[in-house]
């Protein structure tokens, strides 16, 4: 089954303007787009210019951007929060070892 493309609203924006001046069929094939898409971005535009191509709930592409990078930055803490524990964790084995060969 293939994936469905997800046009931003951006893309969409310009692709319009470019029926401005170009045929509809030059500008589906110059972004390889299907050609049934163009008369249901007009309408949605022509209904409502402000809110066209609002995403239907899903994030803007700098909001997702944001998002990844708190996701990395968490992660980023997690990990850093691991790798102490675990070299105090080596440190308490390392000095445990010296201890017992000291007694030896």
Known sequence: MRKRRVYMRDFKLSVLRELQTKNAAEVCRE???NPSLIPKWRKEYRENPKRAFSGKGNL???????ERYKRLLGESYAEIDFLKKTAARL???IAEEERMRSLR
């Open 60 to 66: 803007w592409k700098k909001d997702a951007e944001l």
């Open 91 to 93: 440190q308490e084995l």
């Open 31 to 33: 972004h390889g787009i």
